[in-house]
C-alpha cells in the first residue's frame, strides 16, 4: 500500500495527542444521591477532585474517537494499492463491440466481461479525473465524452451493444482518442478488445496506451457459405463449414431446412482451419433455406445462415455504350441479372427506377441522366456528382485501407492501366482504389441514389482479363441493387441498403428478422441490417400485394469466426515506439479513502451511541412503559 497525500499522517500526531491531553485534563465530577451532606464536605473540594493531569483510566470513548482520528488522517492521505488498470486523469477507453465479442467464455460474453473491466477502469480513476468512452466495431459511437459524472459513464458503458456489420479496424477510434489525449499530459488510453483488431500503422499515440485482453476459448466453427441457385430441374444448395479453431478438430452436425422443416442433417468432422463444402438439390418451389450446426462452440452467431430463392426474378440492368463484349459476358456471368442494351444516342428514359434499378454508362454520360442507381465507366465529361478535369496515364492501383464491400474477395495488385480520367469526386464519395493524383475507383450515395464511378476504360486495361473482374462485377452490382449479382438477395450487416420504390406504390413494410416491422408510405427505402436472418419487404397498392422480395443477412466473416484471444498488440506510441501493450505492464492506482471514510462515520455513531448510552435506556424503558430507575445510575454528562 501506499500513499497519495504522506503529509495528512502529521495530523495524526497533532490531534492524537490533544484528545488524549483533553482526557487528562477532564474533571471527573460524579454524583451520587445521600442523606447528608456533612460528611462529604470534602467531596466538593475541586483542589482534591478535580486535580488535573491524572492518571489516564480505561474509557471507550477515547479509544473510540482516537480510532476515528485515525481513519480520517489515514483516508485524507488518500491510500492506494497497484492494480491492474490505469494511471491516467484523462482516459479514453476503446470497447470492441464487434461481432467476435459475441463470444461465450464460462457463460458469458466478451462484450458484457468488457463492460465490466470497463466500468473497473472508471472506478479507478482519481478525483476530479474524466474519461471518453469510444465504442467501436461496425459504426464508431462516443455514447460519453471527457465527463466525470461516474454514473454517466456506466450508464454510457452499459448501453453498448453488440454491433454485427463492419469490422474492428480501429483506424478511426485512435484517431479521436489522439486528439483527445494530446490536450493533457496525465491522459491514458484503454483498449478493451480480444485483439482481433486492425491497428494503422502509421498513427501514433500521444500518450500511454493499456490493452486489457477478453476471452478464453479458441473452438469455433461456423458456416462461411450458403448459396441457393437455379439449377437444370430445380435448385441447387451450397453448403459450406469451416472450423476456425487453430488446434483442436471440431465433429458437428449440419442440419438443413426448407422451408421451416428439417430437410436433411449432416455429421461433419472438421480438422483445424479445413473446411468442408455440400451440395444438393432441392425442389423448385422451395423458397427459404436454412442450415443450423448443431452443438457447443465459442461463438454461436455463426452458427446458423439463411438463402432465399430468386428462382423466376431478375433484376433489370440497363447498359448504355457503344458496345463491350468483356462487359456484356461478365454480366451474363450472374445469375438473376437481366441486362437491356440502350443506344447511346437515348436522351429521355420512360423506365422507372423500380422497373430498372441499374444503370450501366459505359464511356457516355447523356444530356438527361437516367433514373435510378448509376455505374460510370470512364466519364467523357463531368456530372452533377463529379467534375472531369483531365487525363491521368499510366496510374498505380492502391486500394483504400480498409476493407470495402466492393473489393470483397477481388485482389488488384496485378491490374495495368493505361489511361484514366481524372474526376474530383464530391462529398459523397468514398475512395475505395486510390492512385497517385485520381481516385480509380468511388463509390457512395446521393439524394437516395447509390452512384459507382469507374475512371478507367476496361478496354484500356487488362482488367477484364483477370480474374478479379467478374467478382469486382458482382460487387458493384449487388452494392447497386441489394439483392442481385452472385449472392442473390444477399445484404452485409450493418452496411446501409437503400431499395428504391415505384411511385405508384402506396405502402411498403419491411420485416425484420424478429418480427419487428418498417412500414413507409413511399419510397425509397432505406434501412441498415443489424439482425441475423431473413428480411421480408412487401409492396402494396390500395391495400393489395403488388410484390414480395426477401433478403438475408448473414455473417459471412471470416476475421470475425476466428476468436482466439491475442495477448498483446502492437500499437506507435509518442516517438514511434512500437509497443507490445499487455495488462502485466500496467500498473493503476486503486484508492481506497472512501472505504476509509465510511468506516470513521460508522465509528462515529458507534461513539454516539456509547455518549448517550443512558439517555439511550432511559428512552427504551420509557417507550415500554415501565419508568426508568435512576437509583444508583450515572446521569448524562456534558462533554
Do not use: C
Not at 479507478?124 to 479525473?129: A, Y
Amino acid at each position: 500500500m501506499s500513499l497519495l497525500a504522506p503529509l495528512a499522517l502529521i495530523g495524526a500526531a497533532i490531534i492524537g495527542p490533544l484528545i488524549v491531553a483533553m482526557y487528562l485534563l477532564k474533571l471527573r465530577r460524579e454524583d451520587r444521591t445521600v442523606s447528608s451532606t456533612f460528611l462529604w464536605r470534602r467531596m466538593v473540594r475541586d483542589v482534591e477532585a478535580n486535580a488535573p493531569w491524572q492518571r489516564l483510566r480505561p474509557n471507550w470513548l477515547l479509544f473510540l474517537q482516537l480510532l476515528i482520528m485515525l481513519l480520517l488522517v489515514l483516508a485524507l492521505a488518500r491510500p492506494f494499492f497497484f492494480t491492474q488498470g490505469i494511471a491516467g486523469r484523462n482516459l479514453v477507453i476503446i470497447i470492441d463491440r464487434s461481432a467476435s465479442m459475441g463470444a461465450i467464455d464460462e457463460d458469458t460474453s466478451r462484450l458484457a466481461a468488457a463492460k465490466q473491466q470497463a466500468i473497473q477502469l472508471v472506478d479507478q480513476l482519481p478525483d476530479g479525473g474524466r474519461a471518453t468512452i469510444i465504442a467501436t466495431g461496425g459504426r464508431m459511437e462516443v455514447p460519453a465524452s471527457a465527463t466525470a459524472d461516474l454514473r454517466e459513464l456506466r450508464d454510457a458503458i452499459n448501453s453498448i451493444e453488440l454491433s454485427i456489420g463492419g469490422s474492428s479496424n480501429l483506424a478511426q477510434a485512435l484517431t479521436l482518442a489522439s486528439a483527445l489525449v494530446s490536450r493533457d499530459e496525465q491522459s491514458e488510453v484503454a483498449i478493451i478488445s480480444e485483439g482481433n483488431v486492425t491497428i494503422p500503422a502509421d498513427l501514433e499515440v500521444p500518450a500511454p496506451v493499456s490493452y486489457f485482453p477478453i476471452g478464453q476459448r479458441t473452438d469455433n466453427v461456423a458456416i462461411s457459405a450458403l448459396v441457393l441457385q437455379p439449377g437444370l430441374t430445380g435448385q441447387t444448395l451450397f453448403v459450406q463449414a469451416t472450423n476456425y479453431a487453430p488446434e483442436a478438430p471440431a465433429v458437428r452436425r449440419l442440419d438443413v431446412y426448407l422451408d421451416g422443416e428439417l430437410f436433411n442433417a449432416y455429421n461433419l468432422t472438421l480438422q483445424p482451419g479445413v473446411e468442408e463444402s455440400i451440395v444438393a438439390d432441392v425442389p423448385p418451389d422451395v423458397e427459404i433455406v436454412e442450415a443450423r450446426l448443431s452443438g457447443d462452440d465459442g461463438l454461436p452467431l455463426d452458427d446458423r445462415a439463411w438463402a432465399v430463392s430468386r428462382l423466376g426474378e431478375a433484376t433489370n440492368v440497363r447498359v448504355i455504350g457503344p458496345g463491350n463484349r468483356f462487359l456484356a459476358t461478365g454480366l451474363a456471368l450472374l445469375p438473376g441479372v437481366s441486362v437491356t442494351t440502350v443506344p447511346t444516342t437515348t436522351t429521355t428514359f420512360e423506365e422507372t427506377a423500380a422497373q430498372i434499378p441499374v444503370t450501366i454508362l459505359d464511356g457516355v454520360v447523356p444530356p438527361t441522366l437516367p433514373p435510378g442507381n448509376l455505374f460510370f465507366i470512364a466519364p467523357p465529361r463531368s456530372t452533377e456528382f463529379f467534375s472531369v478535369t483531365g487525363l491521368l496515364e499510366f496510374p498505380s492501383v492502391r486500394p483504400a485501407a480498409g476493407e470495402d464491400p466492393l473489393l470483397r474477395n477481388v485482389s488488384l495488385s496485378e491490374v495495368s492501366i493505361l489511361e484514366a480520367v481524372r474526376i474530383v469526386p464530391g462529398t459523397w464519395a468514398q475512395v475505395v482504389v486510390d492512385s497517385d493524383g485520381a481516385p480509380l475507383l468511388v463509390a457512395g450515395e446521393r439524394d437516395g441514389r447509390r452512384i459507382v464511378v469507374l475512371t478507367f476504360d476496361l478496354l484500356k486495361s487488362d482488367l477484364p482479363l483477370q480474374v478479379a473482374f467478374p467478382l469486382l462485377l458482382s460487387n458493384i452490382i449487388n452494392y447497386l441493387a441489394p439483392g442481385s449479382g452472385a449472392d442473390a438477395a444477399l445484404l452485409l450487416p450493418g452496411e446501409p441498403v437503400t431499395i428504391q420504390i415505384d411511385p405508384e406504390i402506396s405502402e411498403v413494410r419491411l420485416t425484420m428478422p424478429d418480427g419487428s416491422q418498417i412500414t413507409q408510405a413511399s419510397g425509397p427505402l432505406f434501412f441498415e441490417p443489424e439482425q441475423l436472418g431473413v428480411y421480408t419487404l412487401e409492396e402494396y397498392r390500395d391495400d393489395e400485394l403488388e410484390a414480395r422480395l426477401r433478403y438475408t443477412v448473414n455473417l459471412f466473416a471470416p476475421e470475425e469466426s476466428r476468436i482466439v484471444p491475442q495477448d498483446a498488440l502492437a500499437v506507435a506510441q509518442t516517438g514511434g515506439i512500437q509497443s507490445a501493450i499487455t495488462p502485466r505492464d500496467q500498473e493503476g492506482r486503486q484508492e481506497f479513502w472512501r472505504w476509509l471514510a465510511a468506516v470513521a462515520l460508522l465509528v462515529l455513531l458507534i461513539e454516539w451511541l456509547v455518549y448517550q448510552r443512558s439517555g439511550l435506556v432511559a428512552l427504551f424503558e420509557r417507550l415500554r412503559g415501565r419508568p426508568h430507575d435512576t437509583a444508583g445510575q450515572r446521569p448524562a454528562r456534558s462533554r
